[in-house]
């Protein structure tokens, strides 16, 4: 079983809408989770971290977390045709090294 | 401040040679990460410095890599001989430190993509 699953899409919505990604993680000793942007050909960028169960938001980014449901999530509000990219969902369990989900490849269309 | 940079940003080689790679971490950063992301898979953890030590090593696939950390400045991966299954993107990661361990945040690199022929 994946540590960490998320659907690879592609995911598409248009221009001003909501994008809602989502992960799932098996190890339930899981105690920090974060979300990377990966455009094409360069580094995963952290645009999220989240840590407690309930919503964090920072601009147009709302982190979700539901530790008994070992779900993540992120939405991404009034989507823009730059926030086009892989995210990637990624789980701590505290030894330090990060496990990664495949990644959801998201379109914004203009 | 300059990120955490990696040379070469590709690499062709043939099977059976030899391959190293470099990763320079954000200066002050005592924490350093290599990754793996080969076609089609989920970026994989392979081993953690912490300065110059060897923290975890568990993600090391075989005896042909070998990770090094001299001075706890700069890294290097070698792959020798390399195989065909170890094409893939190499990540290097950075963090400090941090009070509460959980919360530490790791930068990455633009990655080296390394193909085996």
């Known amino acids: 079983q994946k540590e960490v699953e998320q659907n690879s899409g592609p995911l598409s919505v248009p221009e001003g809408a909501i994008a809602s990604l989502n992960c799932t993680y098996s190890?339930?000793?899981?105690?920090?989770f974060f979300w990377y942007r990966q455009y094409s050909g360069k580094s995963p960028e952290l645009i999220m971290s989240?840590?407690?169960?309930g919503d964090k938001e920072d601009g147009r980014f709302t982190a979700q977390l539901n530790k008994a449901s070992q779900y993540v999530s992120l939405l991404i509000r009034d989507s823009q045709p730059s926030d086009s990219a892989t995210y990637l969902c990624?789980?701590?369990?505290?030894?330090?090294?990060?496990?990664f989900g495949t990644g959801t490849r998201l379109t914004v269309i203009p | 401040e300059a990120g955490v940079t990696q040379f070469p940003s590709h690499s062709v080689i043939e099977k059976g040679q030899t391959v190293t790679l470099r990763c320079d971490p954000i200066?002050?950063?005592?924490?350093l990460y290599w990754y793996r992301r080969v076609m089609g898979k989920e970026i994989k953890f392979l081993l953690h410095?912490?300065?110059?030590?060897?923290?975890?090593e568990s993600g090391m696939p075989n005896n042909r890599f070998l990770a090094e950390r001299t001075g706890g400045t700069y890294s290097t991966l070698k792959v020798q001989p390399a195989e065909l299954e170890d094409s893939g993107v190499y990540f290097c990661?950075?963090?400090?430190?941090?009070?509460?361990?959980?919360?530490?945040?790791?930068?990455f690199g633009p990655g080296t993509r390394l193909l085996v022929l």
């Open positions: 190890d339930r000793v899981s105690q920090s």
């Open positions: 989240i840590y407690s169960n």
């Open positions: 990624a789980v701590c369990t505290g030894a330090n090294n990060l496990f």
């Open positions: 990661a950075s963090s400090q430190e941090y009070y509460n361990r959980i919360q530490e945040t790791q930068y």
């Open positions: 410095f912490v300065k110059e030590s060897k923290q975890d």
């Open positions: 200066s002050g950063h005592d924490n």
